[in-house]
């Protein structure tokens, strides 16, 4: 038996203003997109924002259902839409921000495991890292270069 460690690195900026500019309007957007959430079942409001290399900028919120496992995270919404709208683009850049009516999130909230699935799947896709930065409501965002770099051991089409 032998232990392997996988690492993990995150940049972490004390605030947004840190972010150059192109990344902060991303993050402004995310902002943004994140009022459009329909969250009555969570009162968790995620907003992503997401830079295609033909200078789009696609945005989205999680959308919630009665039928709980219905609803789908923003991360998702927008790489969905991008990948059906902008099939030949190439991912670029994600900013990712989630607030709760029931507490203040000041810590970066990262994707969920689902999202980081969906999202590596693009990356495999284009052969090129897509960045990924996350921030609460406000305040701190860490910064991954990679999907990848989040999810160490990734299920991808080889394993078919
Ligand atoms: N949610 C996201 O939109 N993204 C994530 O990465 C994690 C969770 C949403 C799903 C649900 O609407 C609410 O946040 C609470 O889980």
């Given at each position: 038996m032998k232990e392997i460690n996988i690492p993990c690195v995150v940049h972490v900026y004390d605030?947004?203003?840190?972010?150059t500019a192109d990344v902060k309007d991303l993050m402004e957007s995310a902002v943004s997109a994140r009022?459009?959430?329909?969250?009555?079942?969570?009162?968790f409001k995620v907003g992503a924002a997401l830079l295609l290399d033909n200078g789009e900028v696609i945005t989205g919120s999680n959308q919630e259902n009665?039928?709980?496992?219905s609803g789908l995270c923003a991360e998702r919404t927008v790489v969905y839409y991008a990948g059906a709208k902008y099939p030949d683009a190439r991912f670029l850049k994600m900013c990712i921000t989630a607030a709760s009516s029931n507490s203040t999130t000041f810590d970066p909230i990262p994707p969920c495991g689902a999202c980081r699935q969906a999202i590596v799947e693009y990356e495999i896709k284009q052969e090129s890292p897509i960045e990924i930065y996350f921030m609460g409501a406000s305040g701190k965002v860490m910064k991954s270069h990679s999907l990848a770099n989040l999810l160490p051991l990734v299920f991808d089409k080889s394993v078919l």
């Open positions: 605030d947004r203003d840190q972010l009022d459009s959430a329909y969250a009555p079942y969570s009162d009665a039928s709980y496992p």
